[in-house]
């Protein structure tokens, strides 16, 4: 029996393996990340029991598109879409009376400016709806847009609150959980944000033409 | 002047060994920071709104895609959706949803959304018929997607 070493194995093509398994991931995947707005349906009809409490028509912000996309907010006044966010804040940081669930008076609001509170504005944060009503004419982009508008009013005053509670703003607590998924006392920071200025979207069916 | 005698040596040919390591790692960097292409359109590929306000998806496996443009042929009109690689009704969106859900359990049922990659031009109407679709089943929570454009714009 001749003891005899393997032969050495010729490593010379793992490149070109590896280049042809480099390629095809090259080209069969992406890097794009999916960026979304985020919203939530309301439940099906027959099962939303009667609300305890009529919404009075100053916790209600009404923003209507009509087929040709313009904007009529509060039935009264057209507005462009670089001018909704001032008049969105200006509705949910009023604090104008007392809000649901016992909470008493919004202490944190600032109301409109020079920090004067309305009287057709609406109470609390958390009774502040906002209602869109489009047509099925109205452009996707348009719709979008307005949500993207509201996301914005709703994360401005996050942030003014989450600076005045933590000293860090809201966008960086949800980067920090989007980094760090199990972290509890996180999770209760963005909560008790969440609830200061929880947000209330109502979305109309659109009206058929 | 021995010293300065012309050396007639040849340049040494470079090592290629570590060429495969070098290949591997650009390899493995790209399996990890990539996703799959999810599908071929079948319907003009939709250009997505911009915005600013935008999260990131948290967890692809969780998401059901509804595709919303315009037909590839010119000239005709009106919406079209794909579900998966196929171009389908309003009355498909259910039993998308439904079979999307198939093999998971209720927590990550309850979890689940809906992404809408609709194009710019996209009425209303269609994405409202959809939602009335998705309240029927009780998939709640949709999202639409958007391209981000910068903060500071």
């Known amino acids: ?209 | 002047m021995s010293k300065f005698k012309k050396q007639n040596k040849t340049v040494p040919q470079i090592s290629t060994a570590s060429l495969p390591d070098v290949v591997f790692m650009l390899l493995f960097f790209f399996m990890t920071v990539t996703s799959m292409r999810e599908t071929e359109f079948k319907i003009k590929e939709p250009i997505l709104p911009n915005a600013k306000s935008v999260k990131k998806v948290e967890d692809k496996n969780l998401v059901s895609t509804i595709y919303i443009g315009k037909s590839v042929n010119e000239g005709t009109s009106g919406d079209l959706i794909q579900l998966n690689d196929k171009i389908a009704q309003v009355s498909d969106v259910r039993s998308f949803i439904m079979l999307n859900r198939v093999g998971k359990n209720d927590d990550d049922i309850s979890r689940m959304s809906t992404v809408f990659k609709a194009d710019k031009g996209t009425k209303l109407g269609t994405v409202a018929d959809i939602k009335k679709e998705l309240r029927e089943i009780d998939a709640l929570k949709i999202a639409y997607a958007a391209s981000q454009t910068r903060k500071d714009q």
């Open chain 1, 1 to 209: 029996m001749s003891r005899r070493s393997a032969p050495e194995i010729n490593a010379g093509s793992m490149a070109d393996i590896a280049f042809l398994l480099l390629i095809f991931f090259l080209v069969a995947t992406t890097m794009d990340i999916d960026t979304v707005i985020s919203r939530r349906l309301p439940q099906k009809t027959d099962k939303i029991n009667k609300p305890d409490e009529e919404f009075h028509a100053r916790n209600v912000f009404e923003i209507n598109i009509n087929r040709n996309n313009q904007m009529l907010i509060e039935k009264k006044e057209y507005v462009q879409l670089e001018n909704l966010k001032v008049k969105v804040l200006e509705f949910l940081d009023n604090g104008g009376g007392t809000g649901s669930n016992n909470v008493g008076n919004c202490t944190y609001c600032q109301g409109g400016p020079d920090k004067t509170v309305s009287s057709e504005m609406s109470d609390h944060p958390n009774k502040a709806i906002i209602s869109l009503r489009t047509d099925r004419g109205t452009s996707y982009e348009m719709f979008v847009a307005v949500h993207d508008v509201l996301g914005q009013a709703y994360t401005e005053l996050r942030n003014r609150e989450a600076q005045r509670l933590y000293r860090v703003s809201y966008e960086d607590l949800i980067d920090q959980k989007f980094n760090d998924k199990d972290n509890v006392e996180l999770d209760e920071k963005i909560k008790k944000i969440k609830d200061l200025f929880p947000e209330i979207i109502s979305e109309v069916e659109p009206a058929s033409n």
